[in-house]
């Protein structure tokens, strides 16, 4: 009798991690990605920074898993999903049959109804937005060098960062760092060191997802690398001349968007309940109501525990496709599903050069210890010993001596918003 086979969309942390959950499985396995690489995005934004180069948090899929006999890579874009006649359309028309589907696509930027702001202040969730960033805010460092009106320039050296969780802070001090340390002496017409750096957050504390006492020592430090907030303010407008903030301009030619994500696209061609995010409402077993060979996982579901819905981290998306896994391992030896349950491990997010913030429990850490918990945990989750290496190497030649090897401008033309 043939094996089961087993179709997973997406090869993020959760799809990888399922893959490879069930590698001694007696199923087939295929997985479906739009991009032929997984991609390590906690670290995207030292790629936008100019900290690491793209192949740096970036693998193969079929690398990854090119000595797992059961299972298949295929490059592919899924245009819907019919639920009915268990089977993936891809948009070039093609498609493939499944017996169990696995559903992992992540999320996407959120604009909260205003997609025509993407164009002035991208997000950050593919190397190609870092890779635009990057380009972004080092051009701006290069048109200020030329620049002689002094207003001019003042807009162009200031950066805005929109949104104080775990990305906007880490962005906001990697803009300040870069600033004040990596290119302070690589111009001659500036002085980088004068940047402006403002971070906003509509809250009224950065990291509010995270204790009270950390979010307070995480202002500090943004402090010391004097890194303006600006909380409790809603953004009203977005050019490509600034932030509006009700009343008050922020006039800035370079922002970064990090205040929200949402499903993307494919879950509401389901057809099956979603949240107003656009997540798949799942069941307790993570299935779809109604399709229990279906199951979906990460950032495109919304998960209840506690009376609270799960954050949209890896350590979630990974727990759950490990579940996943198990769950086919139960009904191939026809034993019941259980209902999955997140075991919290902690979190933690980085401010700059030895300053960072992290909670394990009852554990808080701030400050150089944090900042060594926090890149432990980042090199030892990167896929492949060649890619934990080489993250090493760089980020203690960045640490020793300031500098960034990763300082390139790589579009063939850049055209400025006109005035």
Do not use: C
Not at 7 to 27: D, E, H, S, Y
Not at 141 to 146: C, D, I, S, T, V
Not at 326 to 332: D, G, P, S
Request: net charge neutral; aromatic share 6%; glycine share 8%.
């Amino acid at each position: 009798m043939e094996r089961p086979h087993v179709v997973i969309v997406g090869a993020g942390f959760g799809g990888l991690t399922a893959a490879k959950a069930m590698a001694r499985m007696p199923v087939r396995v295929t997985v479906v990605d739009r991009t032929n690489h997984h991609l390590f995005q906690p670290l995207l934004y030292q790629v936008a920074m100019a900290g690491l180069s793209p192949a740096e948090i970036a693998q193969p899929v079929r690398a990854i898993l090119s000595r797992q006999e059961n299972s298949r890579v295929v490059l592919a874009e899924v245009a819907r999903i019919d639920l009915d006649a268990r089977a993936v359309h891809f948009t070039d028309g093609d498609a493939v049959a499944y017996d169990h589907l696995l559903l992992a696509t992540g999320a996407k930027t959120a604009y909260f109804g205003h997609p025509e702001w993407e164009q002035f202040a991208p997000g950050l969730k593919a190397l190609d937005d870092a890779v635009e960033i990057r380009r972004r805010v080092l051009m701006a460092f290069e048109r200020a060098e030329r620049e002689a009106d002094e207003a001019r320039r003042r807009e162009l050296l200031t950066f805005v960062v929109i949104g104080a969780g775990p990305t906007g802070v880490e962005m906001a001090g990697a803009v300040a760092e870069l600033a004040r340390k990596t290119v302070s002496e690589d111009f001659r017409a500036i002085r980088p060191s004068d940047a402006r750096v403002v971070l906003v957050e509509g809250g009224d504390r950065v990291l509010p997802a995270m204790p009270t006492d950390l979010s307070e020592r995480a202002r500090e430090q943004l402090a010391e690398l004097d890194v303006e907030l600006r909380l409790g303010v809603r953004v009203t407008n977005i050019d490509e001349h600034g932030v509006d903030l009700g009343g008050e301009r922020l006039v800035s030619a370079t922002v970064v968007w990090a205040a929200g994500v949402e499903a993307t696209p494919l879950t509401r061609t389901l057809g099956v309940p979603l949240d107003k995010g656009g997540r798949v409402l799942v069941g307790r077993d993570l299935a779809l109501p109604g399709h229990p060979e279906v199951f979906a996982i990460g950032d495109m579901i919304r998960f209840e525990q506690d009376g609270a819905p799960l954050p949209g981290i890896s350590p979630v998306a990974m727990q759950q496709a490990r579940f996943v896994a198990e769950t086919l391992a139960r009904e191939l030896a026809n034993q019941p599903r259980l209902e999955f349950r997140y075991h919290d491990k902690g979190s933690m997010a980085t401010i700059g050069r030895s300053r960072a913030v992290a909670q394990a429990g009852r554990i808080h850490l701030s400050g150089f210890i944090a900042w060594l918990a926090w890149l432990t945990v980042h090199i030892w989750y990167l896929i492949g010993f060649r890619s934990r290496l080489v993250v090493i190497i760089t980020w203690a030649w960045s640490y020793l001596t300031y500098r960034r090897g990763a300082r390139l401008i790589t579009a063939r033309t850049w055209e400025p918003h006109s005035r």
